[in-house]
């Protein structure tokens, strides 16, 4: 949400797998679940609608909700009805961005809530005009709020119409969706939280990467593409060594080296996959 509507943060990231979260969270009290946002005067909002409504007040030109009254009111509508529903399709199908569960069978109650998403999105269609493309015509928070949803809907095969397939792999394809999957894959558990007794197939956009972590240079660059600071930290990819200023700068490109711009500016390309 920030970075989609360049609105400038620090991220601060917590254990939610380790066991030290609430430790982790304490400083954000009595913020217990990500994502919490603290604003420059201290104020902690927790509740990403919540958030979304505080950015979106604070940041009126940055287009957090779509101008035209009807499509703004639609989207609060859409984004709300997310947060608070779909429970069944959010327990049955957790959120991961590791991989795409093959032969995955939804109960009856997972397709009850797609249908519904799948109405939703008709009539956001329906009041917007845009047939296909974000909701509202103009990437919004409604289509913010819907990625956790098309990551469900792709990482389990869940059976939508074309279109809306093809929405949803559009959403994950956004470049800041990419980099937030890439800074997750920075981090992993053992075991896997959210397993399935299936056989995974790759995640189908920046799915796959050739770049390896190396312990050693020299790198062909001096300064980290992304800092500019001395480089300590390296990678390898077709062939050619390049550095970093710390593990997390080298490690999130090593997950998906084209969702980085100035990583593939510097690499003169990168080859997507
Ligand atoms: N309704 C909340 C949901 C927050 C939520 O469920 N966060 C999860 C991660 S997505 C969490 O913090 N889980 C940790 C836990 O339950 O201990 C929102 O939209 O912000």
Redesign the pocket.
Same mark, same amino acid.
């Given at each position: 949400m920030l970075e989609k509507f360049g609105l400038p943060y620090r991220t601060h990231m917590i254990g939610?797998y380790s066991g030290t979260? %609430?430790t982790d969270m304490e400083p954000l009290a009595p913020a217990?679940? +990500? $994502? %919490?946002l603290r604003l420059p005067d201290g104020t902690v909002v927790?509740?990403?609608? *919540?958030?979304a409504e505080t950015l979106a007040e604070r940041h009126p030109e940055a287009g957090l909700w779509p101008t035209d009254p009807a499509a703004r009111a639609t989207a609060r509508w859409l984004c709300a009805e997310m +947060? *608070?529903g779909f429970t069944l399709l959010r327990d049955q199908c957790p959120?991961q961005l590791q991989c795409c569960w093959q032969g995955f069978r939804p109960t009856s109650e997972t397709r009850a809530d797609l249908q519904r998403i799948e109405t939703l999105w008709t009539h956001a269609r329906s009041i917007s005009g845009a047939a296909t493309g974000p909701l509202f015509g103009t990437y919004s928070l409604a289509d913010v709020f819907y990625t $956790?949803v098309a990551a469900r809907i792709i990482g389990y095969g869940l059976p939508v119409s074309a279109a809306n397939h093809a929405y949803c792999l559009e959403l994950l394809s956004d470049i800041t969706v990419r980099q937030w999957r890439a800074m997750g894959k920075t981090v992993s558990y053992d075991p896997f939280p959210y397993p399935q007794d299936l056989p995974a197939s790759d995640w189908p956009i920046g799915g796959t990467s050739s770049a390896r972590a190396v312990d050693t240079g020299p790198s062909i660059n001096a300064a980290c593409p992304y800092s500019g600071k001395p480089v300590s930290d390296y990678l390898v990819l077709d062939g050619k060594i390049w550095g970093f200023c710390n593990a997390f700068c080298r490690d999130k490109t090593v997950a998906d080296p084209a969702a980085w711009p100035k990583f593939i500016q510097m690499a003169g390309g990168v080859n997507d996959s």
């Open positions: 939610l979260m %609430a217990r679940l +990500v $994502p %919490a927790g509740e990403s609608l *919540a958030m +947060v *608070a959120m $956790p």
